[in-house]
C-alpha cells in the first residue's frame, strides 16, 4: 500500500493540497472502484441512491451505494473465478446498463485494466482496439455478442466472452453467461492493493485526426476527477446529476462515473437516443439540479427552438457544463434564454482524463472562452514555430500543459514513439491552437490540423462556424481548407440547415452576406455546401478532416468511429 504523504514524491509538479486532504483519505486503498462504492456507504451512505436508471423501452431501475458496493463486488469476484489477474484488459462492450457501470466498479477494484468501448462501434472499431489492447475478456449483451463473435478468431488473447443478459444464447468456444441478479451477492472482496501508478482505464482516442490510440491511467487520476467535479460541476450532497456521455468514451468515466460517484452523489443514466422533448421529461421528471452535457447535443435543441424548453419545469436545475467540442457563443446565450442558466464550457481530452481549463461557477462567463486554467495545471501558449512559451496576449498559440498533474495519461498502449511525441521543451502538446487574453481567458482556435492557411494567414474554423450558426438558418457548419492556386487554401463551409430551410442561391447568399459584417474578408468562405448532416465520430466530435481530405483527394484514413447514417 503507498503512503499517500509522499505524493509530492510521486508527482512534483502537483501544487494542490494533498492527497489525503483533497481526498478526505482515511486510510483505506488508493483504489477508484473501493472509494467510489466501499468507501462512501462507510461513511454512513449506504442506503442513499447511487444510480438512476431509465432504459430506451421506460423501465426505471434505481440502486444505492449498498447495491453498487455489492454489485461491484460480484462482479470483481466473477472476473478473479476465471483467471483474470491485474493488468488484465477487460473490456466492457454494453450499451448504457447498469451492468456496465458496476462491472466498471468491480474491474477496478480486483486491479484489471477496464477498457470500456462504445456499444455502436461495428466488427472494424472493435477489432483494431481490442487487437492493440490484447484484451483477454469482454463483457457484452445479447444485443452485441454477433459482432465479437464475428472477430474473435482474429483474437488470440481473448479468453473469455461474457454474455451478461441472455441465459438462452447458444455458447460457442470461450463464451459463458453470467447473470448479475441470479448471482449471489458478494458483501466482501479483497481490493487489489492499488497505488498512484497503478494502471486503471485504457480509453481510446476518438480519432478526429487520424489512428485511434490507447491512452492509459491510473488510479491516481482519482484525485483530479474528485476535485474537478466539485469545483467546476459544483456537486453537492443533495443533487441529482446528469452525465450524458456514453462510457465508451473519457467523460463518460471520469465525470459520468468517477467525479460524482466519488462525491456520493445520486446520478441519473438514461439509456436511450437524443430527442429534445425525452430529455426535457429526464431533467423534469428526475429533478436534475446539475447537467453535463455536448455542444452537438446543445446544438440539436437549439434547433428545436426554445417553445419546447417552456413545456418543461426544471425547478432544481441550477448549473450546466458543456464538454467535447468547443461551445460557441449561441449555445452560451441559449442556455441563457432557454433554462435562465448560461452553459459552463470546460476543455479537456482523452489524454488528460480531467478538465484542465474551465469555466467555474462564479466566473464572468465569456461567451466562446473555454475559460481559464485550473488551479495546479500550469497551461500556456507555445509559438507555432519555436515552441516558446508566448507571454504576449491575444496571440495565437498551441495550447500546452505542464506534466505532472494526476490524471495525465502514462502511455499510448503499444505506442511509445506516438506518445513521446506528444511532449517538447517540457510541455505536453494538446494539439490545438488558442490564444490567451490579458485577464488569462483561452480562446480556442482550433485543432492544429484544422487550421487553414490562406495567402500564409492562418485562420481558424471555430470563429468561422460559430459566425455561421448565428444565422437563423444554419443548424450546423464546419469549415475547412480547400486547395487555391493563389492563396494555397481558402475557407470552405459546409452548413447543415434546420427544419423548414431549403438549399438555395437565394439562402447561400443571405448566409454570405449574414456573416460578411462579422468576419474579416480572410475568414470569409469562398464557397458554401449544403449538407445533410455533418460527419462525426460516434461521440459527437466533428470530423472536419474528412471533409478537408475529400477537397484534397487524401486518404480518409481511419473511420472507424464515424458515426452510422
Given amino acids: 500500500?503507498?503512503?499517500?504523504?509522499?505524493?509530492?514524491?510521486?508527482?512534483?509538479?502537483?501544487?494542490?493540497?494533498?492527497?489525503?486532504?483533497?481526498?478526505?483519505?482515511?486510510?483505506?486503498?488508493?483504489?477508484?472502484?473501493?472509494?467510489?462504492?466501499?468507501?462512501?456507504?462507510?461513511?454512513?451512505?449506504?442506503?442513499?441512491?447511487?444510480?438512476?436508471?431509465?432504459?430506451?423501452?421506460?423501465?426505471?431501475?434505481?440502486?444505492?451505494?449498498?447495491?453498487?458496493?455489492?454489485?461491484?463486488?460480484?462482479?470483481?469476484?466473477?472476473?478473479?473465478?476465471?483467471?483474470?489477474?491485474?493488468?488484465?484488459r477487460v473490456c466492457i462492450f454494453m450499451d448504457k446498463i447498469p451492468d456496465l457501470y458496476f462491472s466498471f466498479l468491480g474491474i477496478l477494484k480486483i486491479g484489471a485494466i477496464a477498457q470500456p468501448l462504445f456499444s455502436a462501434f461495428g466488427e472494424e472499431a472493435l477489432f483494431t482496439r481490442m487487437?492493440?489492447?490484447?484484451?483477454?475478456?469482454?463483457?457484452?449483451?445479447?444485443?452485441?455478442?454477433?459482432?465479437?463473435?464475428?472477430?474473435?478468431?482474429?483474437?488470440?488473447?481473448?479468453?473469455?466472452?461474457?454474455?451478461?443478459?441472455?441465459?438462452?444464447?447458444?455458447?460457442?468456444?470461450?463464451?459463458?453467461?453470467?447473470?448479475?441478479?441470479?448471482?449471489?451477492?458478494?458483501?466482501?472482496?479483497?481490493?487489489?492493493?492499488?497505488?498512484?501508478?497503478?494502471?486503471?482505464?485504457?480509453?481510446?482516442?476518438?480519432?478526429?485526426?487520424?489512428?485511434?490510440?490507447?491512452?492509459?491511467?491510473?488510479?491516481?487520476?482519482?484525485?483530479?476527477?474528485?476535485?474537478?467535479?466539485?469545483?467546476?460541476?459544483?456537486?453537492?450532497?443533495?443533487?441529482?446529476?446528469?452525465?450524458?456521455?456514453?462510457?465508451?468514451?473519457?467523460?463518460?468515466?471520469?465525470?459520468?462515473?468517477?467525479?460524482?460517484?466519488?462525491?456520493?452523489?445520486?446520478?441519473?443514466?438514461?439509456?436511450?437516443?437524443?430527442?429534445?422533448?425525452?430529455?426535457?421529461?429526464?431533467?423534469?421528471?428526475?429533478?436534475?439540479?446539475?447537467?453535463?452535457?455536448?455542444?452537438?447535443?446543445?446544438?440539436?435543441?437549439?434547433?428545436?427552438?426554445?417553445?419546447?424548453?417552456?413545456?418543461?419545469?426544471?425547478?432544481?436545475?441550477?448549473?450546466?457544463?458543456?464538454?467535447?467540442?468547443?461551445?460557441?457563443?449561441?449555445?452560451?446565450?441559449?442556455?441563457?434564454?432557454?433554462?435562465?442558466l448560461p452553459y459552463f464550457d470546460t476543455y479537456w481530452q482523452t489524454e488528460t482524463g480531467a478538465i484542465v481549463i474551465t469555466n467555474f461557477p462564479g466566473m464572468e462567463i465569456r461567451p466562446g472562452s473555454m475559460g481559464k486554467a485550473f488551479p495546479g495545471i500550469e497551461a500556456v501558449v507555445l509559438d507555432l514555430k519555436t515552441h516558446e512559451v508566448i507571454a504576449e496576449p491575444n496571440k495565437v498559440g498551441l495550447i500546452a500543459l505542464k506534466p505532472g498533474w494526476p490524471s495525465m495519461m502514462r502511455e499510448y498502449w503499444n505506442n511509445p514513439e506516438v506518445y513521446g511525441k506528444k511532449f517538447i521543451n517540457g510541455w505536453y502538446i494538446t494539439g490545438d491552437r488558442s490564444s490567451i487574453d490579458k485577464d488569462g481567458y483561452f480562446w480556442f482556435v482550433g485543432r492544429d490540423d484544422d487550421v487553414i492557411n490562406t495567402g500564409g494567414h492562418l485562420v481558424g474554423p471555430f470563429e468561422i462556424e460559430s459566425a455561421l450558426i448565428e444565422h437563423e438558418a444554419v443548424a450546423e457548419a464546419a469549415a475547412v481548407g480547400k486547395p487555391d492556386p493563389v492563396n494555397m487554401e481558402v475557407v470552405k463551409a459546409f452548413v447543415a440547415l434546420k427544419p423548414g430551410f431549403s438549399p438555395s442561391d437565394d439562402l447561400?447568399?443571405?448566409?454570405?452576406?449574414?456573416?460578411?459584417?462579422?468576419?474579416?474578408?480572410?475568414?470569409?468562405?469562398?464557397?458554401?455546401?449544403?449538407?445533410?448532416?455533418?460527419?462525426?465520430?460516434?461521440?459527437?466530435?466533428?470530423?472536419?478532416?474528412l471533409l478537408r481530405a475529400k477537397e484534397w483527394g487524401e486518404d480518409l484514413g481511419d473511420t472507424s468511429t464515424l458515426e452510422d447514417d
Avoid at 426505471?60 to 463486488?73: A, P
Fill in 1 to 88: 500500500m503507498p503512503n499517500m504523504g509522499d505524493y509530492n514524491d510521486v508527482y512534483p509538479n502537483f501544487t494542490w493540497k494533498k492527497a489525503e486532504e483533497v481526498l478526505g483519505y482515511d486510510g483505506g486503498p488508493l483504489n477508484i472502484g473501493w472509494y467510489c462504492s466501499d468507501r462512501i456507504c462507510e461513511q454512513g451512505k449506504g442506503k442513499k441512491l447511487a444510480l438512476i436508471w431509465e432504459g430506451f423501452t421506460g423501465e426505471v431501475e434505481k440502486y444505492t451505494f449498498d447495491e453498487l458496493r455489492q454489485n461491484s463486488n460480484t462482479y470483481g469476484e466473477f472476473l478473479r473465478s476465471i483467471g483474470v489477474v491485474e493488468r488484465d
Fill in 131 to 340: 487487437e492493440n489492447a490484447a484484451s483477454s475478456v469482454i463483457l457484452t449483451t445479447k444485443k452485441h455478442y454477433r459482432k465479437v463473435r464475428r472477430i474473435k478468431d482474429q483474437l488470440p488473447a481473448l479468453r473469455h466472452i461474457v454474455i451478461v443478459d441472455d441465459d438462452s444464447v447458444g455458447l460457442e468456444e470461450r463464451e459463458m453467461i453470467f447473470n448479475l441478479k441470479a448471482a449471489k451477492k458478494i458483501d466482501k472482496i479483497e481490493i487489489a492493493k492499488t497505488g498512484p501508478e497503478s494502471p486503471s482505464v485504457l480509453h481510446y482516442t476518438s480519432g478526429t485526426t487520424g489512428q485511434p490510440k490507447g491512452a492509459l491511467h491510473v488510479h491516481g487520476s482519482l484525485i483530479a476527477q474528485h476535485i474537478t467535479t466539485k469545483w467546476v460541476l459544483d456537486l453537492r450532497d443533495d443533487d441529482v446529476y446528469w452525465c450524458t456521455a456514453d462510457p465508451g468514451w473519457v467523460t463518460g468515466t471520469s465525470y459520468g462515473i468517477i467525479g460524482p460517484w466519488s462525491l456520493g452523489t445520486t446520478q441519473v443514466v438514461y439509456d436511450g437516443g437524443f430527442g429534445a422533448a425525452k430529455w426535457y421529461r429526464i431533467l423534469q421528471d428526475y429533478g436534475v439540479s446539475v447537467w453535463y452535457t455536448a455542444p452537438t447535443a446543445i446544438r440539436l435543441l437549439m434547433k428545436e427552438g426554445t417553445a419546447l424548453v417552456k413545456q418543461f419545469k426544471y425547478p432544481r436545475l441550477r448549473h450546466m457544463c458543456s464538454v467535447g467540442e468547443p461551445l460557441n457563443p449561441e449555445g452560451v446565450i441559449w442556455g441563457q434564454e432557454a433554462f435562465g
Fill in 508 to 545: 447561400e447568399l443571405s448566409i454570405m452576406n449574414y456573416i460578411r459584417k462579422r468576419l474579416s474578408p480572410l475568414a470569409m468562405p469562398q464557397e458554401i455546401e449544403f449538407v445533410d448532416k455533418l460527419p462525426k465520430t460516434r461521440s459527437g466530435k466533428i470530423m472536419r478532416r
